[in-house]
């Protein structure tokens, strides 16, 4: 389980994080929307534990430790994973070395080609050179494939589908049933409707904070209502404070 106590972060004089309080538990999958600069991505970072991230106010709690001091690599120990929203490049290093961190994970054939599989790449993807001969696309999948691998406790996945093409949304809901078999807190930052639908519990972020929560349905229909074509993104208005159904 992870708990958000109180947490605060201010940039330049600005406000990013405000006051945040929420818990999310394990074996769930959470969607997180909102608009564009409400603060969704600087919310993952934190989590993680970033370098420059680390300074803000309030605890992060995971399985009720403390985890404020600890480093990204130290986080990523206790199972706590990030895939980014954009990919990474590792010139030089094959999908299979990427996917067993060097060799050091001792992975059957049969292993990675079925993580591979599930997110839609063949066989003869574990050969290739994970730089820019791959698309985008590719390599978020095979960035994918390497967070299912770890078998993490808690995975952020900031934008899972961006560079991927819309008919994926099948392999994503894959992804996301095989985070959740494992046990896991699955928190999705996403913008597309049918992502959100995926999951079982939305939260909406505006301006810092948790606007509202609640299922996907009521989420997505409170977002449409009020937040579409917003105007004062970050400064909600009464309405939109009372949260959702009222
Ligand atoms: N280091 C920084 N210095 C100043 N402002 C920052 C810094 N990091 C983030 N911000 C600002 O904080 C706000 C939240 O950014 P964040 O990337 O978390 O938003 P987001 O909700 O993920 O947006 P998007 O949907 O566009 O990815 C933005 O206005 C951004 O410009």
Known sequence: MLELKNVFLERENRVIIKNMSVAFEDNKVYSILGNNGVGKSTLAYIIMGLENYRDHKGDIIFNSKKINDLSVSERSKLGITLVWQEPVRFEGITTREYLTLGGKLKLSNEELLKILNLVGLSEAYLDRIVDSSLSGGERKRIELASALILKP????????????????????????????????????????????????????????????????????????????????????????????GR
């Not at 999705?188 to 049918?194: F, G, L, Q, S």
């Not at 299922?215 to 400064?235: G, V």
């Open 153 to 244: 406790k808690l995975v952020i996945l900031d934008e899972p589908d961006s560079g991927i093409d819309i008919m994926s949304t099948d392999m994503i809901e894959a992804v996301l049933n095989h985070f959740k078999s494992n046990g896991a807190t699955v928190l999705v930052i996403t913008h597309r409707e049918e992502i959100a639908r995926m999951t079982d519990e939305a939260y909406l972020m505006c301006g810092g904070r948790m606007l509202a929560s609640g299922t996907p349905d009521e989420i997505i229909a409170f977002y449409k209502r009020l937040c579409d074509k917003c105007s004062h993104t970050n400064q909600p208005v009464e309405e939109e404070k009372r949260g959702v």
